[in-house]
């Protein structure tokens, strides 16, 4: 049984009397297409062949791979739905799908990264919390010094600091005054040698003043090695006091200093605690009292170490500096009171107790073969 020429079909097709398509048959078909196919693939990269009217198709709607260049092959793989294809079977048209490029996907484990972490962003929220920080306790200096904050303070601790600063710049007046005696003292004592051996040249070119001027020569040679001596004696106490000064005591302030930002650091979150259990208490609020009372912890246990630390630090210290001071200030009297009182011996036998060995003249220049 023959069946019925595709022309009939095709012959059907309206025209309107401009020479266009109707509208209605062209509106429905592109409406179905849009809708089965899928995203990436508008009706602007579609095509239809046409073909003969004896054929047995009115045409062929091609589908190419998507235009975008950074589009995979899979995204040219086109699945209509059974719905989509059996309106385009209806209208007479086939759809033909390329497999050239399409690619086969792997199936496997689907293993999730964690995200890296962007240092820039790091870097970001380490400058932010250093500014919200900075901002706190400026805040509460500010206030401190203007007599509105609260400020929390250890009278002991306290009182124990300021003893401590005060000995400090006493003991470095009497450092620059043992300092400017060393001074002193080396110019006499140089004065005193170039003194003797004048009197030792004169005793030998004048024969008549010959005794006398000997006489002198070996009294100021004495002097000035008498005066070496209690120059090393000296600067044996300078180097003492000026360790204790300048390392021990300072070591300790430093730690004073880091305890003072630590109590800053803990009033500031305190306040900001107090601030915030003043206000209402709701959803929103909650969340920073509690992240607020987490900071507030932070800083205290802080707080609460740095205080151990400079108590610890004071009692060693004073024992320390006690220690020093005493042998110290026992060497400096009984070097001045032998030099003065012109004991010879005695002042020897104070250097040989602290361990103290003077340098002899020339010792630290380097010998001719050295030079060589």
């Known amino acids: 049984m023959a069946q019925e020429s595709p022309k009939n079909s095709a012959a059907e097709i309206p025209v309107t009397s401009n020479g266009q398509l109707e509208d209605s048959h062209e509106h429905s078909f592109n409406r179905d297409l849009k809708y089965s ?9 579609t095509k239809i062949t046409p073909h003969g009217f004896d054929s047995a198709k009115e ?12 589009a995979s092959p899979k995204s040219s793989v086109i699945s209509p ?19 050239g490029n399409r690619a086969q996907q792997k199936s496997g484990p689907v293993v999730l990264a964690d995200e890296v972490k962007n240092p820039a962003m790091e870097k970001l929220e380490l400058v932010r919390k250093w500014s919200l920080n900075t901002y706190k306790c400026t805040r509460q200096i500010i206030s401190e010094k203007l007599g ?8 002991e601790l306290e009182a124990q600091i300021d003893i401590l600063r005060d000995n400090k710049k006493k003991y470095e007046h009497i450092l620059r005054l043992a300092q400017t005696l060393s001074t002193q003292l080396f110019q006499m004592v140089n004065t005193q040698r170039q003194l003797g051996d004048a009197f030792a040249d004169l005793s030998l070119k004048s024969l008549e003043l010959h005794e006398e001027f000997g006489y002198n020569a070996d009294t100021q040679k004495l002097l000035a090695k008498n005066g070496e001596t209690l120059l090393g004696a000296i600067n044996f106490f300078i180097a003492s006091v ?20 630590a109590r800053i650091e803990y009033d500031a979150y305190r306040t900001d605690l107090e601030e915030l259990n003043l206000g209402p208490r709701d959803a929103n609020t909650l969340p920073k009292i509690e992240q607020s009372q987490q900071l507030f912890q932070v800083h205290k246990e802080k707080y609460d170490k740095m205080r151990n630390d400079v108590s610890i630090k004071l009692k060693f210290l004073e024992e320390n500096k006690v220690k020093v001071l005493h042998n110290q200030l026992v060497l400096f009297h009984n070097a001045i009171a032998a030099y003065f009182a012109g004991n010879q011996k005695q002042l020897e036998q104070t250097l040989k107790q602290f361990h103290i060995k003077l340098k002899t003249p020339g010792a630290d220049a380097p010998s001719w073969l050295e030079e060589q």
């Not at 045409?59 to 950074?70: I, K, L, Q, R, T």
């Not at 509105?148 to 009278?155: I, P, Q």
């Not at 000026?242 to 305890?259: A, G, H, P």
Request: with cysteine.
């Open 37 to 45: 196919l899928p995203v990436g693939l508008g009706l602007s990269e």
């Open 59 to 70: 045409g062929v709607v091609e589908a190419g791979p998507f235009p975008s260049s950074s």
């Open 81 to 99: 739905s059974s719905a989509a294809a059996s309106r385009l079977a209806g209208q007479g048209c086939d759809l033909i799908i390329p497999t």
């Open 148 to 155: 509105r904050g609260s400020r929390t303070v250890d009278l």
């Open 242 to 261: 000026n360790t204790l000064v300048n390392k021990t005591i300072e070591d300790t302030l430093l730690t004073v200093k880091q305890y003072e930002s």
